[in-house]
């Protein structure tokens, strides 16, 4: 079974700083997948960025890098200078690719969500 | 930029009633997906979709929901007997592949279902 732990129910930051969003996970299966949306107050889930376990880089998307460190379990979501607009809900989600063929069948396990608001 | 879209946007039904949500994946993809999000919690997974047959589904996902790719473009949920423990937020999703780094899943903008 897999497990996304996100540890920080609500986060503040001034507009134009870093914040760093917390998400551990867990799961027995050696090859995997995480993610994170972006959930604004309109509702909908954005994708943010991807790590597969297996990357030897972290990954970065624009202002957004993701701080994977596979032996703590953790996948952390840095922001970097952040914008008003950065304000909303955030999911860090997991998949597993437990079969040969690398099929995780799109099944995500999400954690609980961290509400990031940015004051200006 | 290309996007999944989902209709209604939000639903009112009684309790016992039949109810299908309706969603259009982004046109080159190949899976599909319906998540839920009861108010305050998490995103569950409910099934997954390909090749016009159900390839996962979750222990939520019984024999009352039911998916269907009817013309080739558009993407059902339907229950068929609502309870009012399925008020939530319904999300359709599609995405290229079911896994590694094009396996992002592509996320509609919800279908909220109020069962009263």
């Known amino acids: 079974a897999q497990k996304i732990t996100q540890t920080q129910p609500g986060m503040f930051v001034q507009e134009k700083e870093a914040v760093t969003l917390d998400c551990t996970y867990d799961t027995s299966d050696q090859s995997y997948g995480l993610f994170w949306y972006k959930q604004p107050s309109s509702g909908e889930m954005i994708f943010l960025i991807y790590?597969?376990?297996?990357?030897?880089q972290n990954a970065t998307e624009g202002r957004y890098s993701l701080n994977f460190q596979k032996a703590r379990k953790s996948a952390n979501l840095v922001i970097s200078a952040s914008q008003l607009g950065d304000s909303a809900m955030y999911f860090c989600a997991m998949t597993s690719y437990p079969n040969a063929g690398g099929t995780s069948y799109g099944k995500l396990t999400f954690g609980q969500g961290t509400i990031l608001t940015v004051h200006p | 930029e290309p996007e999944v879209t989902q209709t209604p946007s939000h639903q009112v039904t009684q309790m016992g009633q039949e109810v299908i949500l309706r969603c259009v994946p982004i046109s080159n993809h190949l899976y599909f997906y319906w998540y839920r999000q009861i108010l305050g919690q998490k995103v569950e997974f409910l099934v997954s979709f390909y090749n016009n047959e159900i390839s996962e589904k979750s222990e939520i996902f019984d024999d009352q929901f039911s998916v269907e790719r009817p013309d080739g473009s558009n993407f059902t949920l339907k229950i068929r007997s609502t309870k009012l423990e399925d008020s939530a937020m319904y999300f359709c999703?599609?995405?290229?592949?079911?896994?590694?780094?094009?396996?992002?899943?592509?996320f509609g903008e919800g279908s909220r279902l109020t069962v009263l």
């Open positions: 790590q597969g376990s297996y990357d030897e």
């Open positions: 999703a599609s995405s290229v592949t079911f896994g590694g780094t094009t396996g992002e899943l592509f």
